[in-house]
């Protein structure tokens, strides 16, 4: 089935080329059903990248899924064009009275400032309380999953001695959870910080498990046990060119970034990276769709007020 998007935004094309089943505002008013309805908060600086990367993933289920895109109002972004931002998002006043089965929550490139530091924090604090009683299932990525799960459960950062960035195995800690269903032992999944969270701290909370973890990358999915919270310390939305993209970028500025680890064939940043995390990601959202989305939030979104 389809994701449903507006007319004329940019990843329509894209998908399209990768046939993935995308459908505009104006079919979708024909047909007599209820999609789920997500709504992607994204932090992220190319917001047209972020996505079609995550449209992508979110388009490769059975499921009809109604996307939302949100942008913070307290925060001005440089990066994407403003008539896109102006046509296809929203901010927090537009949604805050609706209900939705499902919310993303994107990385942001602002690591290594303490929390309470950025700009935009009271409002993402704000919304991100808000999504306990107006959405069924929340997936919090990277720099997203570290803020929240600082918010929601006082799990500190701690900044690395550098950044981690490339393509990492990781252990399935329960083979068995419905999120992990159909995943090999190991997984691969691309990462790209300067910080991180501790084992430690997450299991002094019961109420969270540790889903996938690296011996390099460390703490790489988290899940509260109610299935209404995921935290995903890495990028598995990302495309085969971005780590490439982002290591350019930082050579371009004089940096000196490390090669992105088990990235480039022989490590040379010349050949074309393998895209070894693709088939992961895809089970990871079409889990997170089937049986935390659909098969669980209730049909008449504004009884999820009745659920807390």
């Known amino acids: 089935m389809p994701i449903k998007i507006q007319n004329g935004l940019p990843a329509q094309k894209v998908l399209e080329t990768e046939n993935i089943f ?10 007599d059903i209820r999609p789920l309805k997500i709504i992607i908060l994204n932090l992220m600086p190319n917001k047209i990248e972020t996505e ?15 996307v939302e895109l949100m942008q913070m109002a307290t925060h001005t972004s440089k990066n994407t064009p403003a008539d896109h931002l102006t ?19 994107t ?3 602002v690591e290594k400032l303490p929390f309470e530091q950025v700009d935009y924090w009271d409002e993402l604090c704000t919304i991100m309380d808000w999504s306990v009683n107006h959405v069924y299932s929340t997936m919090h990525i990277c720099w997203g999953a570290q803020a929240a799960i600082y918010h929601h459960y006082n799990v500190p950062k701690y900044e690395l001695d550098e950044k981690l960035s490339g393509v990492y195995v990781h252990r399935v800690m329960d083979i068995f959870h ?6 090999d032992d190991k997984i691969l999944l691309p990462h790209s910080r300067y910080t991180g969270i501790h084992r430690s701290d997450v299991r002094e909370h019961q109420e969270l ?9 460390g703490v790489a999915i988290v899940a509260n046990k109610n299935g209404r919270q995921f935290f995903v310390f890495g990028h598995a939305e990302y495309d085969r060119n971005t780590l490439a993209n982002e290591y350019f970028r930082d050579s371009n500025k004089g940096l ?12 040379d940043p010349r050949a074309l990276p393998a895209l070894t995390w693709r088939s992961y990601a895809t089970i990871l959202y079409s889990n997170w769709l089937n049986y935390f989305v659909y098969q669980q939030t209730p049909y008449d979104l504004s009884k999820l007020k009745e659920m807390n």
Not at 87 to 105: A, R
Request: glycine share 6%.
């Open 22 to 31: 995308v459908m505009t505002d104006d079919r979708a008013s024909t047909q």
């Open 209 to 217: 498990e540790i889903l996938a973890s690296s011996n390099i990358a």
């Open 87 to 105: 046509t296809f998002y929203k901010i927090f006043d537009d949604v805050k009275d609706q209900y939705f089965d499902g919310m993303i929550i």
């Open 178 to 183: 419905p999120l992990m269903r159909g995943c």
């Open 52 to 66: 079609t990367q995550l449209l992508r993933l979110l388009g490769n289920s059975p499921l009809q899924v109604d």
């Open 256 to 267: 000196k970034p490390q090669l992105p680890y088990n990235y480039f064939p022989g490590n």
């Open 107 to 109: 990385g942001a490139p």
